[in-house]
């Protein structure tokens, strides 16, 4: 199997494959008795449920459980997990784990649905979503293991969807949720699209695996095809349109989840039905809500979850807390650096201990306390955690930084009528995502050093002067661009960068190797992709008028970062971003159906000037 498939599944698996050289599988057939169960819905289907239960039975324990796609493997009773519950201390702290393959995975009954549609007003005992298997799970656990009547659930991706859908109309037993990079709405933000842009990269290398047959009496799947190359722009290049993975050699299935998720290309019925952050209401258990800010997958989700509870809910008991994480990194053994940020300690020692532990102990077992702050966020560029009472915090203050000429940018609206900078995007030879040649996805790609795309004819930039003083960004970052293209369609890449001075150098702590040059670096801070179609509505797309001037605004996701003194803040714009996001061929249509004279080039221009001037929005805080 092609390791870029392997390397998603890793990041989507159960987190019990994190951290596997601290896992003691002997202290867990000591310390725990697995028993394996099917469990009944409330519609007949039965769910395979694995249950692990502490041998002292001097006392009563909470359940805390993850549902799961990914299969609750090891299959049979005698063979065990190597780890229990989402850290090592949890599962030394001792509770009732359990682990379900969700409705139709793995050996479990039913027919799978991706992000099953949560049903608000259920009619009868066939109207089943993944917070009535919850609840029906949770009645069968009270009643037959030996608990203290308090359960807990959390997950990471996919189990933190699951963790997400199980707090509408929660059972009264479930006082703790912790959704953790959690899936929440798969064509705005998340996984399968960004603002309507299609993520062809993750998403063909995840999807060959995860939604082929079942074999093996459901303990595995067969993958739909396998693929073996080292250049993955060349490849996903020369296959050409999207649609040629709907075919014999790809995605071969017409009912299989890829092809519903290119066949979808608006914000239709089937995306809409599937945003659970809008039946976020009367949140009832404490909710930790967990992301990272350099999660290639669901930092979307993570942000916009806290945001709909805090909305939704009034007096809810939720927190926030994001880290200098990628998909699932608070989960392993260790954290002091990425990219070529360095923490100068170890972050997830500090999170499982100080924040994990105790938020499920505090609210599963009366242990100890959690005040906990209302949010915690690391600040990268300062490096420090930061302690808030709101998301954004007040002290964030939006400020407008214009595009202007000769690539400045300033506080000072253009007051000439002549600014525009122009660029030609050639589909057909798209801007790559990354630098140099990557089978997998360079994971890092959040924060890599951008000089490779300025340097490209068809990549544009505007900077800020040096900085006179640290500047710290905290919240939602804004883009209003004024556009023409001579093409119906494009899509924009639009990124933020911090840029190192010259000469500049990086200390590497606890290192003894020499500090490392920055001097010129342009460090990604955040980006996204917008597809100019729906400038006006997800639901309707438009095409662009040739010549016409036309605004395109959306958000890029929140930051916390400290731009220090001396940097330069830069925001880079392009049309495409290869082969993470699929190409937009830039003629107006039905691009899952296109062929490749449809592919054309298009000359796109950014205004800046006195009628259209482009710009970006900045959280910043006060001082």
Known sequence: ????????????????????????????????????????????????????????????????????????RPYGKDNYRRRLGPNVYLMKEKY??????????YKSEGNFREMTPYIENKQSN??????????????????????????????????????????PAAHSALKAVSPQAPMSDEFIGDDCNHNGAFFLLDNFGFYSRFDGPRINNGESYKPFFETDYKDAYKFFLELGPLKNANTSKYFYDSNSTWRQTVKHDTYDGYWQSRNIRRHLKNIKPAVLVVGGWFDAEDLFGALKTYAAIEKQSPGNDARLVM?????????APSWKSFADYHFGSDLNVFYQQ????????????DKGNFQQPEVMVFETGANEWKTYNTWPPKQSNLVVYYFNSNKQITNDKPVNGEGVTSYVSDPNNPVPYTDGIWEDRNNKYMAEDQRFAARRADVVYFETAALQDDITLTGEIGVNLFVSTTGSDADFIVKLIDVWPDGAYLSKPDSATDPVSMSGYQQMVRADVFRGKFRESFERPVPFKKGTVEKVSFNLNEAAHTFKKGHRIMVQVQSSWFPLVDRNPQTFGYIPGMDKKDFKKATISIYHNAAYSSNIVLPVMKK
């Not at 009732?96 to 995975?105: C, L, N």
């Not at 979503?129 to 030996?146: A, P």
């Open 1 to 72: 199997m092609r390791s870029i498939v392997v390397y998603l599944l890793v990041l989507f698996l159960p987190v019990y494959l994190f951290g596997q050289k601290d896992a003691d599988s002997a202290w867990i057939r000591e310390n725990y008795v697995k028993t394996e169960h099917y469990i009944t819905m409330r519609d007949g289907i039965r769910l395979y449920t694995a249950v692990y239960t502490p041998t002292d039975t001097t006392q009563t324990y909470p359940v805390l459980m993850q549902r799961t796609p990914y299969s609750c």
């Open 96 to 105: 009732i784990f359990v682990y379900q393959d969700a409705r139709g995975r």
């Open 126 to 167: 066939k109207d089943v979503d993944e917070s009535s298997d919850t609840y029906d799970t949770i009645e069968w656990l009270l009643k037959h293991t030996g608990n203290n009547g308090r359960v807990g659930i959390y997950g990471i991706s996919f189990p933190g969807f699951y963790s997400s859908a199980a707090l």
């Open 323 to 331: 880290g200098p994480w990628t998909h699932g990194g608070w989960a």
């Open 354 to 365: 100080q924040v994990e532990t105790p938020f499920f102990n505090y609210y599963l077992k």
